[in-house]
């Protein structure tokens, strides 16, 4: 049987919104066809059991222990059979036409090798994170610093998230999100799977970065959405753990990519921004009834 999508989700104690997002995919009445992999990071809230009784045709691994996203992803599109993956996260609701949409125009954009949806939040609002730069210093600065929510249509400033550019229009962008990206088998083939060295945060800037330098474009097609509850399970479960791994992404990005571009002192300078916004958020975490996973999430 041909597969058109391979569809892989890493999970860990987040049962209750891997069930609603199993159930949208399901529900989805779609000419293309698909399977699910699942790579459980050796939950304890009944994750398995609930996969195991109530989704049977779901291909199911169990790590022994967490052993983080990127690793997970890589094992799941390692046993892929479809054209197309589709790594989305389990936190997800997709709606009815997303998976035929992005994979019509993967089909009917040859050059294009990885496509991402509109990403909603739980009120309907676009999750800006879903479409953005590969994150050099100056559009890291203007984020971080509110410059970019100042001037949110200036190119200039708003780089990192592209609100210059309409939500509703389909564009290509340097990144799209890792929470529902979907990527040409060709692309995976050329230049390999996921980076280990990311625990979670920033592979997905890092693969489409990487998919770019092959020659590859990246898309996003608002024309697909599904809607992102951001931070539960996983790294919600450990939030801590999750602002060190969110800012080390950060550094092992810029380590990997930029720091040959830029002279010893201001590298110097930013990788001690880091450890000062790091050392700043696991602070602040201490005095919030709700802990925040990483950074804000616009």
């Known amino acids: 049987m041909n597969i058109d999508v391979s569809i892989c989700i890493v999970t860990y104690h987040a049962r209750d919104f891997l069930r609603d997002c199993l159930r949208s995919i399901y529900g989805t009445v779609s000419p293309v066809?698909?399977?699910?992999?699942?790579?459980?990071?050796?939950?304890?809230?009944?994750?398995?059991?609930?996969?195991r009784d109530e989704f049977p045709t779901v291909r199911l691994l169990v790590n022994a222990g967490n052993i983080g996203y990127t690793r997970p992803n890589n094992q799941a599109m390692r046993i892929s059979q479809g054209r197309y993956i589709l790594l989305i996260n389990p936190d997800t609701l997709v709606e009815q036409n997303t998976i035929a949409e992005l994979?019509?125009?993967?089909?009917?954009?040859?050059?294009?090798?990885?496509?991402?949806?509109?990403?909603?939040?739980?009120?309907?609002?676009?999750?800006?994170?879903?479409?953005?730069?590969?994150?050099?210093?100056?559009?890291?600065?203007?984020?971080?610093?509110?410059?970019?929510?100042?001037?949110?249509?200036?190119?200039?400033f708003a780089g990192y998230l592209m609100t210059y550019l309409s939500e509703n229009f389909t564009h290509e962008a340097q990144a799209v999100s890792g929470s529902c990206m979907l990527i040409r088998r060709e692309v995976i083939e050329q230049i390999g799977y996921q980076d280990?060295?990311?625990?979670?945060?920033?592979?997905?800037t890092d693969f489409c970065r990487r998919a770019r330098l092959a020659g590859w474009k990246i898309y996003y097609n608002p024309a697909a959405q599904i809607i992102h509850?951001?931070?539960?399970?996983?790294?919600?479960?450990q939030p801590?753990?999750?602002?060190?791994?969110?800012?080390?992404?950060?550094?092992?990005?810029?380590?990997?990519?930029?720091?040959?571009?830029?002279?010893?002192?201001?590298?110097?300078?930013?990788?001690?921004?880091m450890?000062?916004?790091?050392?700043?958020?696991?602070?602040?975490?201490?005095?919030r009834r709700k802990k925040v996973v990483g950074t804000r999430k616009p």
């Not at 294009?112 to 739980?122: D, F, H, M, S, T």
């Not at 009120?123 to 001037?151: H, I, M, N, V």
């Not at 280990?196 to 997905?204: G, L, M």
Request: hydrophobic share 40%; glycine share 8%.
């Open 103 to 156: 994979a019509g125009f993967l089909d009917t954009h040859p050059e294009a090798g990885i496509a991402g949806p509109k990403v909603l939040n739980r009120d309907g609002t676009l999750q800006k994170q879903c479409r953005r730069s590969e994150a050099r210093p100056w559009d890291a600065f203007c984020y971080f610093s509110g410059l970019s929510s100042l001037f949110p249509h200036d190119k200039r």
């Open 196 to 204: 280990e060295d990311f625990f979670a945060y920033q592979e997905d």
């Open 33 to 51: 066809s698909f399977e699910i992999i699942v790579v459980d990071n050796h939950s304890a809230d009944g994750t398995v059991e609930m996969l």
């Open 240 to 273: 801590y753990r999750s602002i060190v791994e969110w800012h080390r992404s950060y550094y092992l990005y810029y380590r990997k990519h930029f720091a040959k571009d830029y002279w010893f002192i201001f590298n110097v300078i930013y990788y001690a921004g």
């Open 229 to 237: 509850f951001a931070g539960e399970g996983g790294s919600g479960v």
């Open 275 to 287: 450890f000062i916004k790091l050392a700043l958020s696991l602070l602040a975490n201490l005095f």
